[in-house]
């Protein structure tokens, strides 16, 4: 008996430059978004064109018009806004959550540990990545703020 195996496709590794790179295109494409942010299948394919050229890669497969659409830090930025709507908390873009004392691990805690049985499965995943930034700032959250409208 002969099972089907799954491939998937290599995941894609983003790097510093790369991630300033699509940022650098989405703001220059920002008149094309409109009034939602809904940047077009053809903003993404020059993002991923631009990348292709720039010849930053160091690792992974070659960024896709698909890829970049996922990368896009929207969801990353929203739940920075989110915490930092939070009573109480603070946020900058140097120190982050600036997380100090037990009362202010406590809430940092609460939020990124959040129970994935409240949660849809893809914030799970970006309050747990927002762990790093406990005590240093988001470097690309300037970069997406000025790409919102």
Same mark, same amino acid.
């Given at each position: ?13 983003? !790097? @510093?430059?790369? *991630?300033? %790179?699509?940022? $650098?295109? +989405? =703001? ?16 993404? !394919? @020059?993002?991923? *064109?631009? %990348?292709?050229? $720039?010849? +930053? =890669? ?27 709507? +939070? ?63």
């Amino acid at each position: 008996l002969l099972m089907a195996t799954e491939t998937s496709e290599p995941k894609a590794q983003w !790097n @510093a430059r790369e *991630t300033d %790179l699509l940022l $650098a295109v +989405l =703001l220059s494409k920002v008149s094309e978004a409109g009034n939602g942010n809904g940047f077009k299948p053809t903003t993404f !394919n @020059a993002v991923a *064109t631009a %990348l292709d050229q $720039a010849d +930053l =890669l160091t690792a992974g497969p070659p960024k896709t018009a698909k890829c970049c659409k996922t990368k896009w830090l929207l969801q990353m930025y929203g739940h920075i806004e989110t915490y930092h709507g +939070l009573s109480g908390v603070h946020w900058d873009n140097e120190r982050g959550a600036g997380i100090e004392g037990e009362a202010a691990w406590a809430v940092w805690n609460s939020y990124v540990q959040s129970s994935i049985s409240t949660l849809t499965y893809i914030t799970y995943q970006a309050r747990n990545l927002m762990r790093q930034y406990h005590n240093t700032g988001w470097p690309f959250y300037s970069q997406v703020q000025a790409i919102l409208p």
